[in-house]
């Protein structure tokens, strides 16, 4: 079976992708790995937290999803794996919970994440990192 590198990004954040690209292009040169690139849009809880009622002051999720995809790509592109080993996803919901629930069903070899946003210095690991590190059955490097 191929081996299957899962990174997940968020796409909200530039910078931090670049610290990730030369380890995932490292690993992904290793046995010819096949790269899953996923991206989670938060789902309404995060809306409602905003004050925002989710039937009427929402784009539809379709064109959410659509948008996240494109910029996905345009994201994925900077990194220098041969294409057709490379795959999306775009999910829904809870950030740490879809890359755990995707890093089993592909199943993932090894998760690259990094530990949190450059611009948060207040603590070492981000909560998505930190249970990805500690809920994750798979080998997850951690890029500061
Ligand atoms: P912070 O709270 O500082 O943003 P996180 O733990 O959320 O820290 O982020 C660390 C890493 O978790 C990100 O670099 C990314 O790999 C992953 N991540 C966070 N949010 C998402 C998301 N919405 N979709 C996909 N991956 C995410």
Redesign the pocket.
Known sequence: MARIILV???IS?KE?TQRVVSHVEAEARIDDAEVHF???I?SLPYYASLGMAYTTELPPMDEFKAESATRLKEIAAQFAIPEDRVHFHVKEGS?KDN?LELAKTLPAELVI?????PD?TTYLL?????AVVRHADCSVLVVR
């Open positions: 997940p990004i968020d954040d931090l996923l991206t989670v938060p950030p890359i994440i990094a530990s949190h946003r948060i981000g909560s998505n990192a930190a």
